[in-house]
């Protein structure tokens, strides 16, 4: 069974820091990797969607890698803003399955 | 509007009276699945259908049944609820069933079993 951890649970930076979260999974045989945005008491945007055969994806201050072997994947937020204070999920799919971290929540401070 | 819409946002019922949250796409998705996110827990998959008239169980599936007559619709019915059941569900779909495809969130779901 797939099991996806996320560490730090929660991180506190000040603004313009640069932001890095960890997304670790126990079986590396996965289709894709998606990282969401969740708000409190709002539903989940997607972020980026990085195959399995990919080693990372970018969009604007946003970059995740994905090394399969090692079952690990990180967020990158560049010179993070308030409005970047929210809770952030990674999710595996293998087979028809996806599999949630439990989520790093982020409070970046003016 | 590309979507994932679901109703109703919010529920409160009682232990035993069957409910039915409806979930509906307009992106011709063929995948669609069900979540139930609580503290503590995370999200957890509940069912998931490839496609009309395909449906398989997630992590979760006790107490839950679905159907996918029609593309577009997902339904998630609670037959006999309880209160174990309290949660904020989710409903996503994805364009294909290969697997590879973004998955898309509804707005949620919050359901209160008293």
């Known amino acids: 069974k797939q099991e996806v951890t996320q560490i730090p649970a929660a991180l506190s930076v000040p603004e313009g820091e640069n932001l890095v979260l960890n997304c670790s999974f126990t079986d590396s045989a996965i289709y894709n990797l998606q990282w969401f945005r969740q708000d409190p008491g709002k539903g989940l945007t997607s972020l980026l969607l990085i195959q399995s055969s990919q080693r990372e994806q970018t969009s604007g201050r946003l970059n995740a890698s994905l090394d399969k072997s090692s079952g690990r994947s990180t967020l990158y937020i560049a010179a993070s803003q308030p409005g970047d204070s929210a809770t952030y999920l990674c999710?595996?799919?293998?087979?028809?399955?996806?599999?949630f971290g439990a989520g790093t929540t982020v409070t970046v401070r003016a | 509007e590309a979507q994932v819409t679901q109703n109703p946002r919010y529920l409160i019922t009682v232990t035993g009276k069957k409910l039915t949250v409806t979930c509906s796409q307009n992106m011709n998705h063929e995948y669609m699945s069900w979540y139930r996110q609580d503290p503590g827990l995370g999200l957890r998959q509940i069912y998931y259908?490839?496609?009309?008239?395909?449906?398989d169980k997630g992590d979760v599936p006790e107490g839950y049944k679905v159907s996918r007559k029609e593309k577009r619709n997902f339904p998630l019915i609670l037959e006999s609820p309880s209160p174990n059941q309290t949660s904020l569900y989710f409903c996503a779909s994805s364009l294909t069933v290969a697997n590879t495809g973004e998955l898309f969130f509804g707005e949620g779901s919050r359901l209160t079993v008293l």
């Open positions: 999710a595996v799919r293998d087979d028809y399955k996806l599999s």
């Open positions: 259908s490839m496609n009309v008239e395909v449906t």
